[in-house]
């Protein structure tokens, strides 16, 4: 009898030793969200994760999730993270739009590993240029806990906004030295807003000359002109500019002349303002408003939703 | 006692039945997701393939020297863009990488275009592409080797060839394809 009981074990053993994964991936906390192991983020910090990711789960079904260690083991990182993305299981199963944000002290190594769903709006391209100037900054002076949550913030601010909805995250800190003159645009961070301006002007002008030259060919003529003119102009102003929204903003001025020639020589009945301009939100269209996930609510039972990682995201050592 | 032998001639026959048919479908299952496994790999091989022509083109104004590293690339990636078959493809994935990875070599070289914004952008986007071959490549060869145990084992081997199923090839070059080359930009 103990003879067939410790070959069960001896069994049990072996296959446990064949079913383990190739890295010790630690057990998520009953946090979820944050998982400090190498102690090195504040109380407040934590809270405020939490809290977040609870309102961004419950309206979108997006997770973000801080992870610090004191050391990768000689793993690789991309795999690690990979793999610890899919164990946990990061973000919603349908959508798989989970983010985990991994930091490894000893290895002064972070990578950001991007959920599928995501990929659209944080390409890998943007996880780098996050890591960049939102958290290496920081991490270069040792500045852990500020780094992590900045680079937190800047996430947060991309998936929130792909989804239109306001989980009260704050607003991350630019680190990068931006050219001084930049400072002093008052809508340079938000191009919708140039381009809303500069398609406000273009209706303008379009009334305008559509009234003073009621004629169609020298109407053409302007608009093959003017907005390469506004174009050349508003790139030498604000070179931080969309490209798409430039593009848009002289559609807007070609199209507002042709409102206005219309109402001034064809006498249209067709009010230009009426013409809704909703495109200007540029490239963003996903909209998930309500989603079906139901708030996990109580404070204990947080979980990964089941997302899976394809490997995208970007690593930096610094 | 002639009921009993009824019953039992026809239980025969529906497990003689039932065993193919399960098996069968249970390797049309696995089949399916072998594939579906290796096209992931390939859509991301697509994607690397994509990048390099953007890559080229935006180191040519800072390398006009450097015209033998980017023909080693640009024929890399011309021989996996043509390559056929798990085998072929895995290695000429793994040439691709070789040559980009001399290629980073020379970039520390030129520390202007190592600071070029899009050029960071392009490098991260490899990079993140080179990971997800990796992934997408350990995850078609798990799939692989589980179908393939399947038409090995009992009853599967008895069907397998049969109705035509044959082993996947493993997606494997040699052990260091998974060295993706890293971007430094520690920037000392």
């Known amino acids: 009898m103990r003879l067939i009981i410790s070959a069960a074990l001896l069994l049990i053993f072996v296959m446990n030793s064949l079913f383990v994964s190739a890295y010790d991936i630690p057990e998520a906390d009953s946090l979820f969200y944050v998982n400090d192991l190498a102690d090195i983020l504040s109380e407040e910090t934590e809270e405020y994760i939490v809290s977040?990711?609870?309102?961004?789960?419950?309206?979108?079904?997006?997770?973000?999730?801080?992870?610090?260690?004191?050391?990768?083991?000689?793993?690789?990182?991309?795999?690690?993270?990979?793999?610890?993305?899919?164990?946990?299981?990061?973000?919603?199963?349908?959508?798989?739009?989970?983010?985990l944000i991994l930091l490894s002290l000893d290895d002064r190594a972070c990578r950001m590993e991007i959920g599928y769903?995501?990929?659209?709006?944080?390409?890998?391209?943007?996880?780098?240029?996050?890591?960049?100037?939102?958290?290496?900054?920081?991490?270069?002076?040792?500045?852990?806990?500020?780094?992590?949550?900045?680079?937190?913030?800047?996430?947060?601010?991309?998936?929130?906004?792909?989804?239109?909805?306001?989980?009260?995250?704050?607003?991350?800190?630019?680190l990068k030295t931006l050219p001084q003159e930049k400072e002093d645009v008052p809508w340079n961070k938000d191009s919708n807003t140039v381009g809303m301006i500069a398609m406000g002007i273009g209706f303008v002008v379009g009334l305008i000359m559509g009234f003073l030259i009621p004629s169609f060919w020298i109407g053409i003529i302007s608009c093959l002109i003017s907005p390469f003119a506004g174009h050349y102009l508003m790139k030498a102003y604000m070179p931080e500019m969309d490209l798409?929204?430039?593009?848009?903003?002289?559609?807007?001025?070609?199209?507002?002349?042709?409102?206005?020639?219309?109402?001034?020589?064809?006498?249209?009945?067709?009010?230009?303002?009426?013409?809704?301009?909703d495109s200007?939100?540029?490239?963003?269209?996903?909209?998930?408003?309500?989603?079906?996930?139901?708030?996990?609510?109580?404070?204990?039972?947080?979980?990964?939703?089941?997302?899976?990682?394809?490997?995208?995201?970007?690593?930096?050592?610094? | 006692?002639?009921?009993?032998?009824?019953?039992?001639?026809?239980?025969?026959?529906?497990?003689?039945?039932?065993?193919?048919?399960?098996?069968?479908?249970?390797?049309?299952?696995?089949?399916?997701?072998?594939?579906s496994a290796y096209s992931n790999i390939e859509a991301q091989l697509q994607r690397r393939a994509d990048l390099i022509p953007n890559l080229v083109n935006s180191v040519k104004g800072y390398m006009q020297h450097e015209e033998k590293i980017i023909n080693s690339i640009t024929e890399a990636r011309e021989k996996l863009v043509n390559a056929h078959g798990a085998k072929e493809t895995a290695d000429a994935n793994e040439a691709l990488t070789q040559a980009l990875s001399n290629f980073n070599v020379i970039v520390e070289n030129?520390?202007?275009?190592?600071?070029?914004?899009?050029?960071?952008?392009?490098?991260?986007?490899?990079?993140?592409?080179?990971?997800?071959?990796?992934?997408?490549?350990?995850?078609?060869?798990?799939?692989?080797?589980?179908?393939?145990?399947?038409?090995?084992?009992?009853?599967?081997?008895?069907?397998?060839?049969?109705?035509?199923?044959?082993?996947?090839?493993?997606?494997?070059?040699?052990?260091?394809?998974?060295?993706?080359?890293?971007?430094?930009?520690?920037?000392?």
Not at chain 1, 130 to 140: K, W
Not at chain 1, 284 to 307: A, D, P, Q, T, V
Not at chain 2, 127 to 149: C, F, L, P, W
């Open chain 1, 244 to 277: 798409l929204m430039l593009y848009m903003s002289d559609f807007g001025i070609l199209l507002f002349y042709f409102i206005g020639w219309a109402i001034t020589t064809k006498t249209v009945d067709k009010s230009g303002s009426d013409s809704s301009y």
């Open chain 1, 117 to 174: 769903g995501l990929e659209g709006v944080i390409n890998d391209a943007k996880s780098g240029r996050i890591q960049d100037d939102y958290m290496i900054p920081y991490f270069r002076d040792g500045k852990w806990d500020e780094g992590m949550k900045n680079g937190f913030d800047a996430v947060l601010a991309e998936s929130s906004n792909e989804y239109g909805v306001d989980v009260g995250s704050s607003a991350p800190t630019v």
């Open chain 1, 280 to 318: 200007s939100s540029s490239s963003r269209s996903y909209h998930s408003g309500s989603s079906s996930h139901s708030s996990s609510g109580s404070s204990s039972s947080r979980s990964g939703g089941g997302g899976r990682s394809g490997g995208g995201g970007s690593s930096r050592r610094f």
């Open chain 2, 110 to 188: 030129y520390p202007d275009l190592k600071a070029n914004e899009n050029f960071i952008q392009l490098q991260d986007e490899l990079a993140g592409t080179e990971n997800r071959i990796a992934v997408a490549r350990k995850d078609y060869n798990e799939i692989a080797k589980s179908y393939n145990g399947m038409i090995r084992r009992i009853p599967g081997v008895f069907f397998a060839s049969m109705f035509g199923f044959d082993p996947a090839e493993y997606f494997e070059a040699s052990e260091s394809s998974h060295a993706v080359p890293g971007v430094d930009f520690s920037g000392n």
């Open chain 1, 52 to 99: 977040v990711n609870d309102k961004l789960y419950a309206m979108t079904g997006a997770q973000v999730v801080i992870v610090t260690i004191q050391s990768l083991g000689g793993a690789d990182l991309e795999e690690y993270a990979t793999e610890m993305f899919r164990s946990y299981g990061i973000g919603s199963r349908e959508k798989d739009n989970g983010v």
């Open chain 2, 1 to 35: 006692m002639k009921k009993g032998v009824l019953i039992a001639i026809i239980a025969i026959v529906v497990i003689l039945i039932a065993i193919p048919v399960s098996t069968y479908n249970g390797m049309v299952s696995e089949q399916e997701n072998v594939n």
